[in-house]
């Protein structure tokens, strides 16, 4: 793989950008590999770039049923934060955090992380003392937020009204080294990262069953033929329950989409994300200007991938409280994306009844922020049976009453 730099960029522009390569080998499933990973979103991916930087575990095929990043890694509204209550939860956010600090340099493609600051708004009593609690732990947990007032509030985003007719804003949790990310890039670069270790990222090839002999997984059929593996990563989000099936066990999780919208692209007036979840709604201003807002997740189970127009009305008319100047915009799309809840709103990242068969799901609405993280500690507990990161996050934990609720710091915003 030739790597891409300013003087890579410079020579190409001599010889009209014919020397590039392609970002990815377009790969034919092989009959056997050492490790499958069921699902190319981001979290799939990361699995199998760790496998091979962390472990030297090559032998992967990544397989996915639609394109690379088209799930809901390529539909979210990117916000990357780490400030949340529990410490098991603070430790892979903050790891995840830390991670894409340096993942530009690691994987030699720009994501454009742009750690621009993340506050979510107090506009109740009850909201001040919950992320005065909050920033009390991450202070403990080495995660640096700090709780504001609303004077600071107005001076980091002068587009809030603090007078809200409903919920004044009464102050702020504030992440300074929050911020977003290029969603399609994080996926883009990890998979050309893993192709140029010698993975196959097989695209168009749904997984339809699992095998298995005497309890232990051995490979699985798909619509490209059956393909024998030692071990079995399941990494497909909002269709891990499906998954979960064909391997022979019940997941505590439900399927429901998850809503976002732009509007038209305007002038740089906002270089903070917001996060609004008394009223609900989120925002923050893409770099080509157009304002990305974050709605609900459906209020019954499915597996559509659409927006809905009472979800736009809905978030729409609880933004314009707070920011009263998105009432004059136009709306140019909206979407909708399968998320997994579980119901302590934590994830789980484990080892599954079916021996050599592993399960990562249950992000729920956050779980962009969570991709590297989630790749570092699932390759570790792919390769070595366990990783201090995901310890806490085990299927078992549900049965055992080990919740670890984050309904408070995850609730329906991200
Ligand atoms: C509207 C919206 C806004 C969001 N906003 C944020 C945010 O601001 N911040 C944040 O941190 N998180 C956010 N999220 C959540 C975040 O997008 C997800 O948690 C994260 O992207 C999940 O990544 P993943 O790799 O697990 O899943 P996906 O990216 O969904 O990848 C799973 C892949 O598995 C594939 N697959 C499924 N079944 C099969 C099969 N049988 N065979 C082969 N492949 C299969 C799918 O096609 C898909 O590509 C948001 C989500 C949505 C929908």
Known sequence: MKRYSAFAVAREAFRNHLGWDRAWRAARPKDRYDVVIVGAGGHGLATAYYLGRNFGITNVAVLEKGWLGGGNTGRNTTIIRSNYLQDASAAIYEKSRSLYESL??????????????????????????????????????????????????????????????????????????????????????????????????????????????????????????????????????????????????????????????????????????????????????????????????????????????????????ALVETFPMISRLKMLRQWGGIVDMTGDRSPILSATPLSGCFINCGWGTGGFKAIPGSGWGMAELMAKGHSPLTAEFGLTRFAEGRFIDESVAAGVAH
């Not at 059956?226 to 269709?239: D, E, N, R, T």
């Not at 022979?248 to 399927?255: C, D, I, K, N, Q």
């Open 104 to 317: 530009s340099q690691d994987i030699n493609y720009n994501v454009m992380f742009s750690p621009r600051g993340v506050m979510m708004l107090a506009q109740t009593q009850h909201e001040i003392r919950g992320y005065e609690r909050t920033a009390h732990a991450n202070a403990l947990q080495g995660v640096e937020t700090r709780f504001i007032g609303p004077r600071e509030v107005k001076q980091l985003c002068p587009i809030i009204n603090l007078d809200g007719p409903r919920y004044p804003v009464l102050g702020a949790l504030w992440q300074p080294r929050g911020g977003t990310a290029r969603h399609d890039a994080v996926a883009w670069g990890y998979a050309r990262a893993c192709s140029d270790m010698g993975m196959d990222i097989i695209q168009q090839c749904e997984v339809t069953g699992v095998r298995s002999s005497g309890g232990q997984v051995t490979g699985v059929d798909t619509t490209k033929g059956s393909i024998a593996c030692s071990k079995l990563g399941l990494v497909v989000a909002g269709h891990s329950g499906v998954l979960a099936d064909m391997a022979g066990f019940r997941l505590p999780v439900e399927s429901v989409a998850l809503q976002a919208l732009v509007s038209e692209p305007i002038k740089p007036c906002m270089d903070v994300v917001v996060m609004a979840n008394t009223v609900h709604g989120y925002m923050s201003q893409s770099d080509k200007g157009e304002m990305v807002i974050g709605g609900g997740a459906d209020g019954y189970n499915n597996y559509t991938q659409r927006g809905s127009f009472q979800h736009i009305e809905e978030t729409v008319r």
